[in-house]
């Protein structure tokens, strides 16, 4: 109980205020992209950037964790997309999007945070590896998936390299995966941080968490009115939910605990992550695509409602059973 006192209620707290603020307008709710392109462009990418270039290089290559995570991803994604297609009888490249809404958490914006507020620099690599593996592939398959469908669709144009481009530039120019690749740069050359570059980076990491939980929060005050009574019997959003707060932790679970070795923090690590919400980087997509935007908006604000009571209670279970001492 005490670890929810000193760790959970906090992180949470932040999230509070920043609603808090915008439904009283003392900061505009309008706000919340400005941070949220603070937080993505500059602050979390900074904080990536620190983590990885200062890790020994055999750090960086933890198989074991790599495939844990990827597997929990993976699975969840394509385990939705056939519940699309043979109990909900979807179609085309919106399966993609439902695949994300079961796979893609909060990683950047809540797991650091709330693991970097727990256990300090120690989790700072493991859950930076995490948010990368979290991110890079599924945002990787949705723009594979719409791109190729647009290509197919667009009989004018038979561009292969235009395609390439749409299709790897997002991935390639993506902010986080930039980020890791400069501290990879740093850490397999073991180029050591100048002090300015030291302190400029951690200053902006520092502040990456913070400021995330607050926009998350600020952001809500945007979508406070979509939750209503038919939500509950929307079957569609009830089984995205289920995958992210359920199927997936389960799979992740039996993989850290049966298939995978993996050190108590990596393992910890693993779980929780999987077990996050649903990010509202899905949304971002819906909305680029014209996809499930109404599903997706409300799979991200019921999820993370939910993931309150799940994670705080999945977060104490896991430092007792590793027994980690918080800082």
Known sequence: MQVVIDIIIPVFAIIIIGFVCGLTKIVSAESAKALNSYVLYVALPALLFYAVATAPIGELTNWDF?????IGILGSFIVTVFIM????????AELSIYGMNASYGTTGYMGLPLLIAAF??????????????????VIAIVIIT????R???DVTSNNTFTFLKNVFKPVLFHPIMLSVLAGLIFSIFEIPLPNSLDIFASFLADAAGPTALFAIGL????QKGIISPSILTKKEVNTLIGMKLVFQPLLTIFLVLVVFDLEPIWALTTILMSA???GAGTFVFAQKYNTLTKETSMGIVISLLIAIVTISILFVILINYYNLTVI
């Open 66 to 70: 790599l495939f844990a995570n990827l």
């Open 85 to 92: 297609i043979f109990i909900f009888k979807k179609k085309t």
């Open 120 to 137: 300090g620099h120690d989790a700072a690599l493991p859950a930076a590896l995490a948010t990368l593996i979290h991110n890079i592939p």
């Open 146 to 149: 719409f791109e190729w469908a």
């Open 151 to 153: 290509a197919k669709n």
């Open 219 to 222: 952001a809500l005050v945007n």
């Open 276 to 278: 996050l919400p649903i």
